[in-house]
Antibody
């Protein structure tokens, strides 16, 4: 059974930093692109960042480029998102997702709320 | 960026109704559209990928169609567990973008 379990998140002040993590099981983690997406309160879904299976290539939305860093540890089946210089508009539920066949998100974590507020 | 325009934004329906949701892409994207279902407080769930392929484990009352710029998600006979919000997503070009969602409510 595929499982994607997220941790991290919480309340942070504007300009602060936060790290999200996602532990995956039930599939060959090292064979798949992994992705972070987010959903602001009451809003739609936004793709944030993706990382190729081997970890060599990263992709970011313009809204987070230069502030967020995606990484993975294939030996531990863990995906991470380091978020810095956080802004109020980064407030959202963040989801980790397994990606296949281009950009099909077939398994999602439970989501974790990040609130950026003073 | 490719814009995905979803309609309607909400609809009211009864159990047993046939429901159709549409999504229009701002440019041609072949069949690169996926559909997700989201219930309150939960993560989205993949229903349909590549416009018309049913994800494993998803009931056959869900179907998708379309190509180019116009896509449709159909629920043939609405069930109580189908009251949720549905999103389309294009997987043709980064950044991957989503429609704003269609909330299906009980009439």
């Amino acid at each position: 059974e595929v499982k994607v379990l997220q941790s991290g998140g919480g309340l942070v002040q504007p300009g602060g930093s936060l790290r999200l993590s996602c532990a995956a099981s039930g599939f060959t983690f090292s064979a798949y692109v992994m992705t972070w997406l987010r959903q602001a309160p009451g809003k739609g879904l936004e793709w944030v960042s993706s990382l190729t299976a081997g970890g060599r290539s990263t992709y970011y939305a313009d809204s987070v480029k230069g502030r967020f860093t995606i990484s993975r540890d294939n030996s531990k089946n863990i995906l991470s998102l380091q978020m810095t210089s956080l802004r109020a508009e980064d407030t959202a539920v963040y989801y980790c997702a397994k990606q296949w066949g281009g950009a099909i998100f077939d398994y999602w974590g439970q989501g974790t709320l990040v609130t950026v507020s003073s | 960026d490719i814009q995905m325009t979803q309609s309607p934004s909400s609809l009211s329906a009864s159990v047993g109704d046939r429901v159709t949701i549409t999504c229009r892409a701002s440019q041609s994207i072949s069949k690169s559209v996926n559909w997700y279902q989201q219930t309150p407080g939960k993560a989205p769930k993949l229903l349909i990928y590549a416009a018309s392929s049913l994800q494993s484990g998803v009931p056959s009352r869900f179907s998708g169609s379309g190509s180019g710029t116009d896509f449709t998600l159909t629920i043939s006979s609405l069930q109580p567990e189908d009251f949720a919000t549905y999103f389309c997503q294009q997987s043709d070009t980064t950044p991957w973008t989503f429609g704003h969602g269609t909330k299906v409510e009980l009439k």
